[in-house]
């Protein structure tokens, strides 16, 4: 045994596992309860989730984990985001207290003891000019949010669908699709900022210049197939839990989904 793995053994190891199921239901007959027992989170974060939870069957609710958070639209079968876990510690506060993405069911916090964690479906801007006006304010006003908790220390990880591919390696073809939402200047200039401020993609940590590694193929276009994708979904972290940062992948061969599991996993 190294010296390296002597001291992981000595920590507590905590996987988080982050996945737009585009529909929890539907994901869950699509074999999402063998994914978890193969996988074993400690922490699951699903995004559009397109149900609340009284309309779900009982094992759907809380997915054999001991806490079930969730923060559903006011629309039925829209958005949505829920956090599973075991952690009893844990305090959870719902939504931005900013009405117009409350009302759609975006944000849902998870105070852990070893940092505060965020799980965000953000917006999609692509049907139309006054949806795109609804992303950009969203991702300024979450800036403003952010930032804030940064300047004052606190541990944070952000994840979700961000709707954002960042860089011209996180999709599948950067020049045709320059001018689409979710790969607009202003979106990728945002990105840019969001790091700034202070945040790790912790799946660049790891791999800075991988290429055609995506987690979201569009169903319509039969996408996957060829792996015509993009990488819109992260787990980020701030700068102060960089050191505690241990792996981080994208689990781009499990289907159920137009999207894929993202993971990462901390060590305590």
């Not at 997915?63 to 639209?73: E, G, M, R, Y």
Request: hydrophobic fraction near 40%; charge should be neutral.
């Amino acid at each position: 045994m190294t010296f390296l793995s002597i001291a992981n053994s000595l920590q507590n190891i905590m996987k988080i596992i982050s996945w737009n199921v585009n529909g929890i239901r539907a994901c869950y007959k699509k074999n999402l309860a063998g994914f978890l027992e193969l996988e074993k989170p400690d922490v699951f974060c699903v995004q559009e989730t397109k149900a609340h939870r009284e309309q779900v069957e009982i094992e759907v609710q809380n997915l054999k984990f001991k806490n079930a958070d969730w923060f559903s639209a006011q629309k039925k079968g829209y958005s949505g985001v829920a956090t599973f876990h075991n952690d009893p510690a844990v305090s959870t506060i719902v939504g931005l207290q900013h009405v117009q993405y409350d009302f759609e069911g975006r944000v849902l916090r998870s105070v852990f003891p070893q940092f505060e964690l965020y799980n965000i479906y953000f917006p999609n801007g692509g049907s139309g000019p006054a949806r795109h006006d609804f992303k950009q304010n969203f991702l300024k006003d979450l800036s403003i949010h952010l930032r804030e908790k940064v300047q004052s220390g606190t541990p944070l990880i952000v994840v979700g669908d961000y709707n954002v591919a960042h860089r011209a390696i996180d999709i599948y073809d950067p020049v045709r699709l320059a001018s689409e939402s979710g790969f607009l200047p202003e979106e990728r200039a945002w990105f840019d900022g969001f790091l700034k401020m202070g945040f790790v993609d912790t799946f660049r940590h790891f791999y800075p210049d991988a290429k055609d590694r995506y987690s979201w193929w569009s169903y319509r276009e039969f996408a996957r197939v060829s792996n015509r994708g993009w990488r819109i979904d992260f787990i980020c972290c701030t700068e102060n839990l960089r050191k505690h940062l241990v792996s981080a992948e994208i689990l781009d061969n499990i289907e159920g989904s137009d999207h894929c599991p993202v993971v990462a996993q901390f060590a305590f």
